[in-house]
């Protein structure tokens, strides 16, 4: 199983980027799917969850400027970013949750995807 993440990139404050990741491999079923970021010198830290069935969550820093969705078709995992700030700027990973096809569960993550927010 693997996850690709794609999408970031260096934008000014105040603009707008899209991340995607796909998950490929030997899937029966991809549960909750979400994003983490960790900046320079700090920890990881959650961004925002989406369940299978669409529920969300977020990190109180991002609500009302980014937004998850996911298409389960495709087995990706979208994270909208809105009027970005320079505090958003980190390495941006996603992961996933995962049944196999030979019935393991576990979580799986992305190698992540650098946004850099210049001000």
């Known amino acids: 199983v693997q996850l690709q993440a794609s999408g970031g990139g260096l934008v000014q404050a105040g603009g707008s980027l899209r991340l995607s990741c796909a998950v490929s491999?030997?899937?029966?079923?991809?549960?909750?799917m979400g994003w983490y970021r960790q900046a320079p010198g700090k920890q990881r830290e959650l961004v925002t969850t989406?369940?299978?069935?669409?529920?969300?969550n977020y990190a109180d820093s991002v609500k009302g400027r980014f937004t998850i969705s996911r298409d389960n078709a495709k087995n990706t995992v979208y994270l909208q970013m809105n009027t970005l700030k320079p505090e958003d700027t980190a390495v941006y990973l996603c992961?996933?949750?995962?049944?196999?096809?030979?019935?393991?569960?576990?979580?799986?993550w992305g190698q992540g995807t650098l946004v850099t927010v210049s001000s």
């Open positions: 992961t996933a949750i995962i049944v196999t096809d030979i019935g393991t569960t576990r979580d799986y």
């Open positions: 491999g030997s899937i029966f079923v991809t549960k909750n």
């Open positions: 989406i369940t299978r069935g669409g529920s969300t």
